[in-house]
């Protein structure tokens, strides 16, 4: 009897570093599970890989619906053995606009909890071993006073997940996390802008299907931004604080 191949979930995967973790899995062979809102763009991935076990649903995280569609798209898969987290939204926000944080925080922080207590439960439930990447940010490591929302929803989504791994112990689920925090990625986030130390999201891909692969607890993209959380986490916070004069005549660019 065949071995069944490995399954993984990409969920926010039209475009950015989603896609291209997407199609690395997709060229390795598993069965690949990709949403998003854009239609479009999911049959485009599809009709590059033709003969690839590739299952493809509209989702959109922010709709009290999202689960039910993701629960039809893994049965349509036969099960899943890894979902990466990749929906994301994120803007600069410096006028402090409510609507932009409340976008954010929509898909960031109430999207993630409505995906991520779906696919814990439908694991545990089943008895059955999982694991949940999700792409959080190097924001998440210290609070950028250009982009205040975004911030707090990359922080969230860290510490959720850090608690939904001892709730994994409580329950004795075997369920593994990963925290993935990139820096600047070339990714359609920042537009074309040049940004310091930004990586192609080809880079970004391979790190984190090298992290998932590993099943590490939380990795940050790439080595440079690994040194920089360092010097970031050292900063004394009225240091940091007042620092954010430094960002005023650079507001253009974000």
């Known amino acids: 009897m065949e071995e069944q191949k490995k399954s993984i979930l990409v969920i926010g995967a039209t475009s950015g570093m989603g896609r291209e973790v997407a199609e690395i899995y997709i060229r390795r062979g598993y069965r690949v599970g990709i949403t998003g809102r854009r239609e479009h763009l999911l049959n485009e991935i599809k009709d590059k890989y033709p003969d690839a076990p590739v299952f493809a649903r509209c989702v959109d995280v922010t709709s009290a619906g999202a689960t039910e569609e993701i629960g039809t798209l893994i049965n349509e898969m036969g099960g899943i053995d890894i979902c990466l987290y990749s929906s994301g939204c994120g803007h600069t926000n410096t006028a402090l606009s409510p609507s932009v944080e409340l976008e954010e925080t929509s898909v960031n922080v109430n999207g993630y909890i409505r995906c991520s207590t779906f696919l814990f439960n439908?694991?545990?439930?089943?008895?059955?071993?999982?694991?949940?990447?999700?792409?959080?940010?190097?924001?998440?490591?210290?609070?950028?006073?250009?982009?205040?929302?975004?911030?707090?929803?990359?922080?969230?989504?860290?510490?959720?997940?850090?608690?939904?791994?001892?709730?994994?112990?409580?329950?004795?689920?075997?369920?593994?996390?990963?925290?993935?925090?990139?820096?600047?990625?070339?990714?359609?986030?920042?537009?074309?802008?040049?940004?310091?130390?930004?990586?192609?999201?080809?880079?970004?891909?391979?790190?984190?299907?090298?992290?998932?692969?590993?099943?590490?607890?939380?990795?940050?993209?790439?080595?440079?931004?690994?040194?920089?959380?360092?010097?970031?986490r050292l900063v004394p916070p009225r240091l940091w604080t007042s620092g954010g004069r430094f960002f005023r005549p650079y507001t253009d660019l974000f």
């Open 122 to 232: 439908y694991w545990s439930g089943q008895r059955r071993k999982g694991h949940l990447a999700v792409i959080s940010s190097i924001a998440s490591v210290r609070p950028l006073g250009v982009a205040p929302g975004y911030s707090a929803d990359k922080k969230f989504q860290a510490f959720y997940t850090e608690a939904l791994r001892q709730l994994a112990v409580i329950r004795k689920a075997d369920v593994a996390f990963t925290v993935i925090k990139p820096g600047f990625v070339d990714t359609d986030f920042i537009h074309g802008r040049r940004f310091p130390m930004t990586i192609s999201r080809e880079k970004a891909a391979g790190l984190i299907v090298k992290a998932i692969d590993k099943r590490k607890r939380a990795v940050i993209i790439d080595r440079k931004w690994t040194a920089l959380s360092v010097l970031m």
